[in-house]
Structures are given as C-alpha cells and as structure tokens.
C-alpha cells in the first residue's frame, strides 16, 4: 500500500495598519464605512489620475520582511499587472513583479510532536488592494472603500504537509504581525487573508504534482478544514489510480463543503511591464539598519529566552509569548518582583488572565500595573496577605486604581500578625467543638481541614493559613 | 516578405484578451495596420545594441525623491465619482455578474 | 487699432492688470472671435455639415461660457479689490480636451468619453486659473492622443488648419494650435507624447513646446504614454509661451515624476543674447526615413526642400546673431525613433486604456448584455474609434509574454540610444559641446484633410523629427521659420538639455526679434483674414 504525503502552500494578503492607502491619501482602514464614502480620483481609477507612494506602507512592508528573516532589498520596483475586473478600476494592479522589497525568509514553526518545521518563503512583496463585490440579483454591486489599501503578499514554498501545520503557521503569522505593528490581522475583517495550495505525491516523492488552489478561506479554522477536506479527496483520487487535476476550489463554511470554481487556467498573460508613473522604491543602508534594529525581540525568540532564562514550561511560555502587551507586562513585573517567574507566571495566567477577559481589556490598558502585580506579591510572600485575599485585592487595584499596599490598609485585609491572638482563637474553636475534637483524635484526619475552615471563618479571614494549620496541629496533637 | 505576424487566429485572441468585440468590417483593416505597423518595427530587431546599453524608462534619470508622509486626508465629495456610474445600486457600482461556470463537486 | 484677440497674452494680461480692459471684457470678445471663426463645434455621430462650416476652423468641442464668466468674474473682483489678479489675468485660453477640468465635459475626444465630468481640476488647468487665465473651451483633438492631423476625433468636425481650411491641423493638438492660430484665444494648453504640440504649432504656425519631461505635473492629464506624455504651452509668441510655462512649471505632489528643481524665471532668459551659444544641426534630421510597409525595407528621402531651406535659414539668422553653428552633429539613432515609439506608447497606451471598461463612467454599451464580459467587449468596441482599437491591440502584442523580451525590452534599450546620441551632442567635455540642436520640427508642410489619415504607419512616420525628445525626455520647442511656396507655416525645432527651457526661449526669441520685419511675418491665417475683412 502505498503512503501519500500532502504537499502544502500557503499565500497570504496582509493588510498594513497604515493611516493612509497605498497611492493616494484616503484611509486604509474603512471598516463599516458606507460603500464608496473612502474613495478618491486615485484609488478609483479616474482618468488622469497617478499614484504616489505612502512612505509608512515601505516601512511596514521591510519591517515584516525583516521579522520573516528575509533580505530587505535596497531597491525595488513596481510593476502593472494588467486585467479586467469590476473590483480593480484602472484594470490594472500596482503591485511588485520581478524586483519585490524582500528576498527569501522563512518562519520556524514547533510542531505538536516536537518537530521542526521550516516554512520558507517563495514571495514577499507591496502590492495595492482592490475593491470589493456583492452580488445581488444577479448582478454585481462594486464598493472601491478597500481599493488601494496597502498589502503584502507571502506566499510560501509548498513546505507544509498538513492542515494543522497550516493552520499553526498562520496563528504564528496573525500574533507576529500584531506583535510587530503592521497589521490588525483580523481574518474575519479581512486584514489577513489565505488561499491554500494543496497535492499530493507519494511518499518519498520529489516532483510536484498539479496542485488545486483553495479561495474563500475566512478562518484559521477554515483552512485547516478545507485542507484537511482536499487532502482526504486528492488521496482517494490517486489511490483509485486516477490524476488530480489543477482546479480552483471554493470553501464553504457552513456547509464544509469545496467546489470547483473554474479550471486554474493557463495563467492570464498579465502584460507585467514597469509602472511608469513611480519611481523605484529606495531605502539607504542607514534606513535598512534601522528598520532591522527597530525589530523588537520576536515571539518565538522570547518564547525560547523564557523557558530558558526563566525556566518557564513551553506551555507557560507560549502564553506570555502571544501578544505583545501582555509578554512586555509579564517581564516587567517579574523584573520588579524579583522572585521566581514561575509564581509571576502562574498570577497572568490565571487570575490576570481571568481579570482582562472579564472587563475586555488587553494588558497595557489595565489599571494594574506591573509595579501593583510585584507589589502585591511581595505582601503575600511577607505574610501581610494570604492568597484568598490577594485575589480581592488584585481587583480592588484594578477598580479603584489604588496601590494594593494602600487597599490593604483602608479596608483592614492585612493578615493577624499576632501569633499569640490566633492561638487563642484556634483555641476557642477547638473548645468549641469537643465532637469533632475526639473524631480527629480517634483518627479522622481529615477534619483538619474543617478545623481550618472554622479558623479561618472565625478570623474573617484575615489568618494565615499556614500558621493556622500549624497551631492547629499543635493543639490537636497535645493532651 | 514573410508571412503576417498577426494572423487572423492571433488577431481573434488579441481581441479578446483586449475585451474588443469588433465588428467584421473593421476586422481586416485594423488586422492589415497591425501588421504593416509590425514591419516597421521589424528593423528594431536588427538594430546592434551598444554593449553596455540599459533600458530607460523615462529618457532622463529622475533623482529619487522622500514618499508621502502616511496622513489621510479625504476627498471631500467622493459621492461625485460614483454620480458618473452608467449605472449605480445602494452607492455601488452596478455590473451583471460574471458567467459562472461552477460545476459539481467531484 | 489692433483689435484686443490679435494682443499677446502678456499684454492682454498687463491691460487687465492696469484695469485699462476687464477681464469680462477679454472673455466678450474671445467668444466673438469663436463665433465668427470657429463654426459649429465637435459633436459626436455628427457625419454632416453645411458646405459653409467647411472654411471654418472648428477648434472646439466645447465652449464652457458659464465657467469662464465666473471666472472672469473673479478676476475683476480681485483686481477691483487692489489684489494681483495674476500673471496671466484675463487671457482667454483654450484646453486641450485631454485635461481634467471640474465643471465641464472632459472628453478626450472620444465617445468613451462623451459624458464625462471629472469631478476634479489637472494641476497645470489649476495653476492657469489660479494665476487669472479664463478656460474659454475644450479644444478638439485626435482621439485620445492618438494622432498627428487632429482627424480621429469622435467629435466631428475635427479642426481645419487655419491657414488652409482644406489642410490639418496637425496632432494630436490640433484644437490647440488652432485656436492661438486664429486668434481666437491667446494660449492654449496641450499634451506632447510624440511630437502632438509641436508638429501641429508647426502646421499652424504658432510657437509649442514640449518641456522637459516631469517639468510640467501630468496630474489630470488623461493618459496616453506614461512615459512620454509632457503637458505644454501653445502662444503665438515665444514670450508668451515663456509666460504661460511660468505659470504651469513645477513640482506636484501628486505626480511623483516631476521634478524638484526649481523653476528659473524665464523672462530672464528671454533677455539674454545667443552670443556665444553653440547651435548644432544634423544631417539625419535633414532626411526622412520611411518603411515599405509590404517587406519593412526602409527608404531615405531628403525632406521638403523649403523646410530643409528654412533650417538653414535660420541657422543663418542666428549665426549673425552671434551664435556658433556647429554642422554635421551625428544623431544615428533618430532614424529608430518611430519604431521604438511603435513599441514603448503602445505597450503604456494599451494598459492606460484598460480602465475605459463601462463599468465606473464613460460610455457603456446600450444592448442587451448577458454577462460582465460582454458588457466589456461592446462598451469598447463601440466606444474607441479605429485608433485606440489600433493601440490596445498592438500594446497587447508587444508587451505580451511571448514577444515582450524582443520589442518592449528591445526598444527601451534603443531609447537609451537615442538619449545617448543626445548626451554626446550636449557633453560640456565632449566633440560637439551644443547648447541646443536646430532641426525641422516636421518633414512637410500641412497636408491635405484625408491624405494619410487611414494609414497608420505613414501618420506616425509624421512624428519622425520630434519624436527623438520624447525619448529622450528633452524639451523641446517648435516655432515659425517662414512659409513656404503654398503660403503653409514652417516650423523650426529647437532641442536642448535636461531641463534649459530657458536656452530655447532664448533662442527662438533672438530668431523672432532679429526676424520681426520679415514679410512672411506680416501674412495672416486664411481663417482670421476672412472674418477681420468683414
């Protein structure tokens, strides 16, 4: 029986976070804005019209370059891509052909069973985008808002072999993206966008075979699915000794359904020549140096640096990895605790955690601060609180704004810290309860942990655990 | 003379590629210009190329000059570009819809 | 009296400014002008006409009275306030229908076109009506560009030589050079790809310049080559045409090809004698070549022998001037000029017309249409004439996948040779050191309505002599050398470095001053001696 590897390729259209489009001086982002309330004589194609270039669209455009470690190139050009359709209105696209800003690049991705998967890059290059169609009975209705907005298109090498690879690249890609400040990266907004490639060879193959291009991909999930659909379809295919042929396919979310489109046709001969109306795309050694020092430490870089300087888990440390916000807080919190990352660490990921999905606030918009989070858990490792409270008070900071030094003294949180007191407290409890006294001392151990209860509802909390349950101990065992 | 660059088969695909849908009467003759235009052209083939020559794409080197800043500014009245749809639906351009050849899953 | 159309723009403007005449006034008497020698303007689907529009010039697709009265109007309001109303204030102009300008039709002269109303003004329209100039009309031009006698136009009739009513205009800026010709206004704007300011000045007799490409914004101007394209000024004088490039010259922000250096004042230059300046002529502008259509061998032929003559002429005049004539400067790759320009404006034509679609404005086919497709096959096929259609289908040749390498690359490599010739001819260290070249502007004098026209090649082949400048991105400017036996305007070609406008203005107005008193000077176009005789 023989085994099929599937062969993936993944390209990608991510939409810059600039103010303006690309050529002309309209917003990038329209989202919900009226149809053609965001267009231009330039971004809708007029006669007459030019394009000039958005200097922040190159910028943003080499920083992913340099964040997907490929070559920033010094110079570059743009390119008309010439054909008709309603959503593109000069019936050509400015985009870049023979001389993009990066060369080369790859993503390293962790794969579930701890293999490394390199997902190298075919293309990375500027281009405009075009506009969008509705239909509606029977005909097309053109909205031009999104005509223009700057892109980048990547498109890998066919590296990946399956839809959970597909999908983890891509989850990679949206949190590097909003890490690095060039997109919002929302799928569902349609700032980043996939068509998948997908066919399939027997194993141990080196030849490619036609390939069947999946469109209308609107989730991670969705490619995963959809991929995971044709792979299952294309090995049926070649195990009933039948060709897979190159189609385009369309997805359909609700149903989990792929179509066929049209047959991938003979390329459309594009006619790429040089864009006359622009001029090449320059960036000096000095201008390329600072954008590849303005590269904050990456995702997965920190990731690495976390579990080996902070000896955190790789589960942990994905965590503190996923958005940058909330990475940048973890460390400096911790850098200000001093103590182990490991209780740092455990605070985010639950309780922190739990705080900024409840009130839907990302990390730096909190009221707490870093310095609040340290603090606060330097009152708990003195004694001053127990964890009980150190949970109240980590919301009482975030409400009023307040120290949690400054909570715990307004409203008398503080623990005991008068041995002498707790011990006539645990005391009287157990005087108080001579039953359950014999039970523990006839050998069930177990009430212990009511006692404590007992203690600790009779102090209002404010013992510490610890202490209680050592007196306890103490006094249970005497006599 | 050797035999027309632009037959009628190529001058059919040209056609459509060029969204033209002509008519008979002017087929011939704009076929007929083409190709004598062709000739004419002909003699750039055989004209020897300096060794050392680039392409330009302007005739004159223009220096490189700074992009535009990233400030939006918008166009005050973009409900006028749309006025001049030959025909508009909801503020949208309005075409008929491309012929669909969507065919059954296999 | 001179009546007030025959003054130049400078005085027209000066007067204005003075307030000896109001710019009401200058714009009054344009449109009488218009009414007595234009006849009916351009209208499409029009096929006939009283044998009496025959004589008449037709310069216009349209009049635009309401814009240019308020216009007008702003300009006396600004002059009655005490403020500077402009360099050009009041000077009745006319636009090449190639240019955006809000508040009228912008056709292009063509029916793709017809109902067009940009909803924004090209920046060179722009900077004319900031500095007082009245938009009197839209002149008539080949369509789209397309064109060296102004015949192509959707929009019939297309305009008639004013010289000789039977003969071209030339173009593709027919319109244009008509209209200054015949006085019915003082300037106009045009668009130079190929030669379609200064061959059709030369036709009529007038003064165009190509600047420097990138001198003038292309924002708003409908594109043809982009590459090639040059917005420029039209006038009867070279002071004028120095005037009007004040005006328009100069950086863009929204046309990233212009360029930022700076705009010298060109009055300045006007000033300045040619003492000294080295004038270069060359024998492969002496000569027109030609293909055989049927095996593509190509002829040489000497050029009209009156023009040749006023070349030398000219050469002469200027040499007593006290300018150095140096003879025999090799230009040997002008002669590839067409063929490249065959190449390089069909494959950026061609792509700048894709957006003529049916789908955003313009014209859209009125039959049933079953699908998108369709509505783009009819909507171009029945809105382009011949020569776009002529256009797209060679750009689409010569830049497709197969045959890109062999005619796109090829003819930007022979357009770098053909600037080089131009970098020898003006290298300060070289064997020439010109400081500009003197050439014919076109191979003939007008030619008779319908003599090419249906014969692409031998249309184009027109352009041969100011074809060179567009690849090589020079300005460029054409001005009257005399009249030949027929009583046709000949025009004389000036071709200087990378942005030295100024040392053609120069000369060619030390050629207009030291020949003011010539009697060809004083002859006047067939179409305005007709209507100053009544």
Not at chain 1, 62 to 87: C, G, T, V
Not at chain 3, 209 to 235: E, H, N, Q
């Amino acid at each position: 029986m023989k085994t099929y590897e599937v062969v993936i390729g993944l390209e990608t259209h991510i939409q810059l976070n600039t103010h303006s489009k690309i050529f002309c001086s309209c917003k990038a982002d329209s989202w919900g804005a009226e149809p053609n309330s965001n267009i231009c004589p330039v971004c809708s194609g007029l006669p007459g019209v030019l394009p000039v270039l958005n200097a922040e669209a190159v910028k943003k455009g080499a920083l992913l370059a340099a964040a997907m470690h490929a070559q920033i190139n010094p110079k570059s050009e743009f390119d008309r891509k010439n054909y008709f359709y309603p959503d593109l209105p000069k019936g050509y696209q400015i985009t870049q052909f023979d001389e993009p800003i990066g060369k080369g690049g790859y993503m390293d991705l962790t794969l579930p069973d701890g293999h490394q998967r390199r997902v190298r890059i075919h293309k990375l290059h500027l281009e405009e985008d075009a506009g969008k169609t509705k239909i509606s009975a029977g005909m097309r209705l053109v909205d031009f808002n999104r005509c223009g907005v700057p892109l980048v298109e990547m498109v890998t090498e066919p590296d990946l072999r399956t839809g959970e690879e597909a999908a983890l690249y891509l989850t990679r890609l949206r949190a590097l993206l909003r890490w690095i400040g060039v997109s919002e990266a929302d799928m569902e907004k349609g700032h980043l966008r996939c068509d998948a490639n997908v066919s399939v060879r027997e194993m141990g193959s080196q030849t490619l075979n036609p390939k069947t291009e999946i469109k209308n991909l609107n989730s991670i999930d969705a490619v995963r699915q959809a991929i995971q659909e044709e792979s299952r379809r294309q090995i049926a295919v070649m195990e009933a000794g039948g060709r897979v042929e190159s189609y385009t396919l369309d997805w359909d979310a609700d149903t989990s359904r792929l179509t066929k489109m049209r047959s991938k046709e003979t390329e459309a001969d594009y006619r790429y020549f040089r864009e006359p109306d622009l001029l090449p795309v320059l960036l000096s050694a000095e201008e390329i140096a600072a954008i590849e020092h303005s590269l904050p430490e990456l995702p997965l870089e920190r990731e690495e640096r976390f579990e080996r300087d902070y000896h955190l888990s790789a589960y942990d440390a994905e965590i503190l990895t996923s958005e940058r916000s909330l990475s940048d807080y973890f460390e400096e919190a911790l850098q200000r605790y001093g103590g182990e990352a490991k209780i740092v660490s455990n605070w985010m990921i639950n309780d922190l955690a739990r705080l900024m999905n409840d009130l839907g606030k990302s990390a730096s918009e909190l009221n707490l601060r870093p310095a609040d989070l340290a603090e606060l858990l330097h009152l708990l490792d003195g004694g001053k609180i127990n964890a009980p409270t150190a949970k109240t008070v980590l919301r009482r900071v975030e409400e009023t704004g307040k120290t949690p030094t400054a909570i715990v003294e307004e409203e008398g949180l503080g623990l005991m810290d008068d041995l002498a007191a707790l011990r006539q407290l645990v005391a009287q409890v157990l005087k108080e309860n001579p039953a359950e006294v014999a039970s523990f001392r006839a050998g069930k151990e177990s009430l212990s942990g009511w006692f404590l209860g007992q203690v600790m509802r009779r102090s209002g909390g404010k013992a510490d655990p610890r202490q209680a349950r050592a007196i306890l101990l103490e006094l249970l065992a005497a006599e | 003379m050797g035999p027309d660059r632009i037959t009628p088969e190529l001058f059919d695909k040209l056609t459509s590629l060029a969204a033209l849908a002509l008519v008979e009467s002017e087929k011939e003759y704009l076929r007929a210009e083409l190709n004598h235009q062709l000739a004419a052209v002909r003699e750039l083939s055989e004209i020897p190329l300096e060794e050392d020559i680039l392409p330009t794409l302007h005739g004159l080197a223009i220096p490189p000059k700074p992009s535009r800043p990233d400030v939006s500014d918008a166009f005050p009245e973009p409900g006028k570009i749309v006025a001049q749809a030959p025909e508009s639906e909801e503020g949208m351009f309005a075409v008929p819809d491309v012929a669909h050849r969507k065919s059954e899953e296999e | 009296m001179t009546p007030v159309m025959d003054w130049s723009a400078a005085e027209i403007a000066r007067k204005v400014r003075s307030g000896e005449i109001s710019a009401a006034e200058m714009l009054a008497a344009s449109l009488e002008r218009i009414r007595l020698t234009d006849g009916i303007s351009g209208q499409v689907g029009l096929t006939q006409w009283d044998e009496a529009e025959e004589r008449k010039v037709h310069a216009f697709i349209q009049i635009s009275k309401d814009l240019a009265e308020a216009q007008a109007a702003a300009v006396d309001a600004k002059a009655a306030r005490g403020e500077d109303p402009g360099l050009l204030a009041g000077v009745p102009v006319a636009i090449k229908d190639i240019f955006c300008v809000e508040g009228t039709h912008t056709t292009a002269g063509s029916r793709m076109l017809a109902n067009f109303r940009p909803p924004y003004t090209a920046t060179p329209v722009q900077r004319l009506i900031d500095a007082g100039a009245l938009v009197v009309g839209k002149a008539n031009m080949d369509e789209f560009a397309y064109g060296s006698s102004s015949e192509s136009s959707a929009f019939q009739p297309s305009p008639n030589n004013p010289w000789d009513p039977t003969r071209v205009p030339g173009g593709s800026s027919g319109g244009s050079a008509a209209s200054v010709a015949s006085t019915e206004v003082a300037l106009s704007l045009g668009s130079d790809t190929g030669g379609s300011i200064r061959q059709p000045s030369s036709f009529c007799g007038v003064v165009g310049m190509k600047p420097t490409y990138g001198r003038v914004s292309r924002y708003g101007m409908i594109a043809f080559a982009s590459s090639l394209d040059c917005p420029g000024p039209l006038a009867r004088t070279v002071s004028d045409a120095a005037l009007m490039l004040q005006v328009i010259a100069g950086e863009d922000p929204r046309d990233s090809t212009t360029s930022q250096q700076p705009v010298p004042d060109y009055q300045l230059a006007l000033q300045q004698d040619v003492h000294g300046l080295r004038i270069g002529l060359s024998p492969d502008y002496d000569r027109i070549v030609f293909p055989d259509v049927e095996t593509g061998e190509i002829g040489t032929e000497p050029i009209q022998a009156e023009v040749s003559r006023a070349v030398y002429d000219a050469a002469e005049q200027l040499a007593r001037q006290g300018a150095e004539i140096v003879e025999d400067v090799p230009m040997p790759n002008a002669r590839h000029g067409i063929p490249t320009y065959f190449v390089i404006s069909r494959v950026e034509a061609s792509s700048n017309l894709h957006r003529f679609d049916g789908v955003k404005y313009g014209y859209r086919t009125a039959q049933p249409v079953s699908d998108l497709n369709e509505l783009y096959r009819l909507s171009r096929a029945e809105g382009f004439g011949t020569e776009p259609k002529l256009r797209i289908l060679m750009g689409m040749y010569v830049s497709s996948a197969a045959y890109s390498h062999q005619y796109y690359l090829r003819a930007r490599k022979v357009r770098a040779m053909i600037r080089r010739d131009f970098d020898t001819a003006f290298d300060p260290a070289g064997a020439y050191r010109l400081d500009a070249l003197l050439t014919p502007t076109t191979p003939t004098t007008a030619f008779k309505r319908k003599a090419v026209y249906g014969n692409s090649v031998l249309m184009q082949y027109a352009d041969q002599m100011t074809v060179s400048a567009n690849h090589a991105g020079l300005p460029a400017l054409s001005f009257p050398g005399g009249l030949d036996g027929q009583g046709l305007p000949i025009g004389l070609q000036l071709i200087a470095g990378d942005f030295r406008e100024d040392l053609l203005l120069r000369i060619a107005h030390a050629y207009e001053l030291a020949t003011r008193q010539a009697a060809w000077r004083s002859a006047v176009p067939e179409a305005v001696r007709n209507e100053a005789s009544k």
